[in-house]
């Protein structure tokens, strides 16, 4: 009664702020009158306009069919309490105790196919749970407790990453820009503005609840971004590499960036993953080490059917009721259960991915890569996994906060940008897991997977977008050759 009570009433209070937002079209107090900070005030009052009419959607839908709880309010609830899930920290605790008590046996055959334990890691994910146990002697159950209130305290940060990546976007090339000095009346209601964005997007609302190591990669894929928005590769290279320690699969980023020639950043993210690799080779041994590829190529072949598996493999095996969808062996969700291979999803899921991938890769090779570049890449990244869960999109939350300000300023796809904007991020953003299910039984099920076709709609505006940069810089250039070919004539 009283999620339905909040559900309600955060939907008036959203109703009424839209329409005052219409009615008064309110600025950034104590904006300075420049054209660059008015333009910002803008595109922030743009994005709180889609903030809140995301949450009235998702509200009023998830009223309709009487689950308030399945809202982005729901778990906005969760994440305010002292409440947090071990859905990585169980299995990552279940595997470094294996590994102290059996060290001879081969950690993926036993815990992953004979006790069916779901620690789909690599060992290197697993060297911050293990090195504070070493060098200073902690408890396991202590080190997840560090771990989970830096996980909350992420959020924050998460935030801050996003108003400067904003700014930062709305701002253009970081040539090009002014200096913004901002008063504390200013960055106050910016901040709340960032808190915000984070405390409604629901992928980032489900890792946290689930106690989902998902959050800090967000964290660090923002942090990433930043740095490559400010022209720092090598600090970009640290945190990719962060991400491909739980991720190998993201090693591919290095390849991208060495087609590109972006070597600081290569060296750096490829001389920091391989020292974890070799850390954790020497920690863990070579045969356990390399025992994850079994896994990843069974998790290739199989995939997932549950509903919160927003891949192509995940619609495809919903598609053909080819496992579970709605209920496992834990009535909610099946820690032990895969769906059974299926030839054609298998085909399709593995000539999907490669096209994702191989498009990314080629993509424009000349240019020079933007923030909008390294979005591409790490959005298709996720995309191109057969796994990818809700709460991994917790990364567009960050490539919101470059391609949203982008695409309004420059327009892509002309008067369709915003539009186009909108829906993504609606689909991306909110909870319609209560409407969508009532179709698990139905081929309409494909609709279980709006959050992978807003994280289509965001790749194809980023494409979009990067390509009108090219044009963009192709354009200053030559204009600048005119320019300098006019002097040179005027001097002759």
Partial sequence: MKMLFLVVA?????ALLLG????????????????????????????????????????VVTLAVGEPRESSLGYLRFVLSPHNGDD?????????EFLREHPDQPIYQSLFFGQHVKFQYPLTALLPLDLPQWLLGLEPDSVVVVFKILSRLSLVAIAAVFLKLFVGAVQGPAALREPLQFPRASTGTLLALS????????????SEY??????????????????WQRGQPRMAGWMM??????????????LWALLRRQWRFAWTATWVTGAFALLAIAAYGPRNFFDYLPVVSFLSRHGESYFINQS???????????????????????????????????????????????????????????????????????????????????VLLPIFAVLFPAAWRRQ?????????????????????????????????????????????MVLGLLYRLSWHEQRSVAGARARRGEVVASELGRLA
């Fill in 312 to 394: 192509l493999n995940g619609l495809l095996h919903r598609l053909y009721f080819n496992g579970v969808n709605l209920q496992g062996a834990g009535l909610v969700w099946s820690g032990t259960d895969f769906p059974p291979f299926l030839p054609v999803v298998y085909v399709v899921t593995t000539v999907c991915s490669a096209l994702l991938l191989g498009s990314v890769l080629l993509w424009k090779l000349g240019k020079r890569p933007s923030a909008v570049d390294l979005s591409l890449v790490m959005l298709s990244l996720t995309m191109a996994s057969p796994i990818a869960w809700d709460h991994h999109y917790g």
């Fill in 195 to 206: 808190l915000l964005s984070v405390a409604l997007f629901y992928p980032v609302l489900r």
């Fill in 412 to 456: 892509p796809s002309g008067t369709w940008t915003t539009p186009l904007l909108w829906i993504a991020f609606v689909l991306s953003s909110e909870s319609f897991v209560a409407p969508t299910n009532l179709l698990a039984g139905t081929k309409w099920n494909v609709l279980q997977s709006y959050q992978f076709f807003g994280a289509l």
């Fill in 88 to 96: 990585s920290w169980m299995p990552m605790l279940r595997a470094s």
């Fill in 241 to 254: 590499a962060l991400c491909c320690i739980i991720k190998p699969q993201w090693v591919i980023v290095i």
């Fill in 10 to 14: 955060a939907t008036l209070c959203a």
């Fill in 210 to 227: 689930h106690g989902q190591i998902q959050t800090a990669m967000t964290l660090a894929a923002g942090l990433a971004l930043l740095a």
């Fill in 20 to 59: 005052a937002l219409w009615r008064w079209q309110p600025g950034i107090p104590g904006l300075p009158r420049t054209a660059q900070a008015q333009r910002l005030g803008a595109a922030w009052r743009l994005w709180l306009v889609f903030l809140l009419s995301g949450l009235l959607v998702s509200a």
